[in-house]
């Protein structure tokens, strides 16, 4: 898959997520994805608009013109339907944009949460001594942010998790992808910073997960 952080990036994010997790005493792990689903459907609801929205302005024209043009067979108005119905389900594969608009906001965030779930436990996230890890990903098709802490930071509540995907979201959507991670950095370091840090081991890789997705 295309890389969307730079190595300057990378190496800079590692860095900052060694320091962070220094200061509060977690485990952080950063991921990009580029979608958390393949969405079948998608250019299936994009040949329905096309075929509908052709359908419909086909019957008008055949209406106010029939006087004019009595002979159009109605072949003809059936490919239309069908040419303008493909042309929208190609431009839904080939444009991902395109095909983010058929994509419902719930389906997306049902989507994204399963994948970090499922990428949590594949990781073993879990793994830490004081059940200290927590994961920060991004999916970029879907514009989504998830945050899953592991049950040892009850410090974190669900209102600072709100707090911290408001924060990223908007540099998510303008593919502001390190500036996001900085972001959430940031309200960690600020929240749950301890007073005085002691000795701290790395229990889980610093390097950031890159994966496609499905």
């Known amino acids: 898959m295309r890389e969307h952080l730079s190595d300057h990036d990378r190496r800079r994010l590692d860095a900052r997520v060694a320091g ?13 994805i580029q979608r958390s689903d393949s969405y079948v459907e998608l250019p299936w609801k994009a040949f329905a608009l096309g075929a509908s929205v052709a359908g419909l302005v086909l019957l008008v024209l055949s209406w106010r013109f029939n006087a004019w043009y009595p002979d159009v067979p ?4 059936v490919v239309g339907m069908l040419s303008c119905g493909a042309l929208l389900a190609l431009l839904s594969v080939m444009m991902p944009r395109f095909a983010k608009w058929f994509l419902s906001d719930y389906r997306a965030e049902v989507e994204v949460e399963q994948y970090a779930q499922s990428l ?15 994961l920060l990903l991004v999916s970029l098709f879907e514009h989504r942010v998830v945050i899953l802490p592991d049950k040892g930071l009850d ?3 669900e209102e600072d998790i709100q707090n911290m995907i408001a924060a990223m979201t908007p540099l998510l959507k303008r593919q502001q992808i390190a500036a996001a991670f900085d972001a959430g950095l940031d309200y960690l370091s600020d929240k749950l910073a301890v007073t005085s840090p002691g000795a701290h081991d790395d229990e889980l890789p610093n390097e950031i ?5 499905i």
């Open 74 to 77: 109605l072949l003809f108005m």
């Open 209 to 213: 997960i890159e994966e496609k997705g």
């Open 120 to 134: 949590f436990l594949e990781r073993q996230l879990f793994d830490t001594r004081n059940r200290s890890g927590i």
């Open 155 to 157: 410090r974190l509540q």
């Open 20 to 32: 962070t997790e220094k200061s509060t005493g977690t485990q952080i792990v950063l991921s990009v």
